[in-house]
């Protein structure tokens, strides 16, 4: 029974993942769109002192009307370094109360930018020559209201490679295309790396103050956005767009800490659920012996979720093609993450936030419910 629950694990897998190679955008260079509108690049960062010098240059040289970096209370010198690169700085405003770091940061962006299309995108992101090309044609090929991008994972550190291409696996593994475009609110994704709004959209629901107290703020704001009659589509940054999130093992242990549970819709039964079936399905077929060719299946397929992964994202160096081993691994290592999903505060950047579900989504509700009443909405600026 086991083994047959497995097996069937991995072919529903493979088929979405076969499903994601014929369908899943990609993004492709190319000359800008005919009708070009005005466009803010915006930059929440928070001691990203060492990171700016090697992916703000890219940003500069894009086109953009205007690329605004907001300083949200860093003690590393991170304003200073981004006007000597030549950014447009902001210096950022305390955080008040019920708001978390992040959509407080991109809410005081927001409100600063004068573009029709808004482009949050995170510092440690690195953007190539004509990457914000390849993103506006996607965003007017789609008639997008939300354009989110997945970044190529880059400049891996050996402890780094352990969870961090598990982004890509999550998303390309379990979340066919097809269903991701579907009108249902939970049937969305989205990476805060990389989101390009119209701004009629991004406004009608008061920016990121629909989002204020969440940890998963990306891809809630995308599911209010749907379920406000939004378009929300995902693409592949491919060669255009990369990122280095975590440069180790133990900051992705946090990183996948602080929105684990909010992955799991808020659920601490379904993070337990599937902290358990992860080892059932990855790494005690290891543990136990290989007697029947079905059993050597599940050996082999836990060896290569990972590789046919990053074939797809574009990722081939030999390193790439080895991540596979770490296959029957990946549970083992991700427990730390659990854990922390767990407790009932997590750490990040130097705060600490409650993690309440309950009230966090019914503060999300009430917000995304009065900027999408009547007198709110009709003066919202049109796309």
């Known amino acids: 029974m086991h083994t047959g629950a497995v097996l069937g694990f991995f072919a529903f897998k493979a088929a979405t993942l076969l499903v994601n190679v014929q369908r899943f955008p990609r993004l492709r260079g190319g000359a800008a769109p005919p009708r070009l509108p005005r466009v803010s690049l915006l930059v929440p960062a928070r001691n990203e002192a ?4 090697r992916t703000l240059p890219g940003l500069l040289v894009q086109g953009a009307d205007e690329v605004l970096v907001l300083d949200d209370g860093s003690a590393d010198g991170t304003a200073g370094v981004a006007r000597e690169l030549g950014a447009q700085v902001l210096e950022g405003r305390p955080l008040p109360p019920g708001w978390y770091g992040k959509p407080w940061a991109c809410q005081q962006l927001g409100e600063a930018a004068r573009g029709d299309v808004l482009v949050f995108t995170d510092a440690d992101v690195s953007w190539y020559p004509g990457a914000l090309n390849a993103v506006l044609h996607r965003l007017e090929r789609s008639g997008a209201d939300l354009l989110t991008v997945l970044p190529r994972p880059e400049r891996l550190t050996p402890g780094a490679r352990l969870l961090t291409p598990l982004v890509d696996v999550v ?21 805060g790396q990389v989101m390009a709004f119209c701004r009629e959209a991004y406004g009608a629901l008061g920016g990121y103050g629909a989002v204020r107290a969440e940890l998963l703020e990306d891809t809630v704001f995308a599911r209010h956005l749907k379920r406000a ?15 280095t999130m975590y440069p180790s093992y133990r900051e992705s242990v946090a990183g996948f800490g602080k929105n684990a549970l909010g992955v799991h819709l808020d659920s601490r039964v379904l993070l337990v659920a599937s902290a358990v079936w992860h080892l059932l399905a990855y790494t005690l077929p290891w543990l136990l012996p290989a007697r029947s060719p079905a059993q050597r299946a599940v050996r082999f397929l836990t060896l290569t979720e990972r590789t046919a992964v990053n074939l797809l994202t574009g990722r081939r160096q030999p390193a790439d093609w080895l991540e596979g081993l770490f296959g029957p691994l990946t549970p083992l290592f991700a427990l730390p993450a659990y854990g922390l999903a767990l407790g009932r505060r997590v750490e990040w950047k130097g705060r600490v936030y409650e993690q309440r579900p309950a009230s966090r989504q019914k503060a999300s509700r009430e917000a995304v419910k009065g900027a999408l009443r009547p007198e709110n909405t009709a003066s919202a600026p049109r796309r």
């Open 50 to 53: 060492h990171t700016l010098p």
């Open 171 to 191: 998303v390309l593994s379990f979340l066919p295309y097809p269903f991701l475009q579907s009108r249902l609110p939970l049937a969305t994704t989205a990476n």
């Open 229 to 243: 009659g939004h378009r929300v589509e995902q693409a592949l940054g491919q060669g255009q767009i990369g990122v």
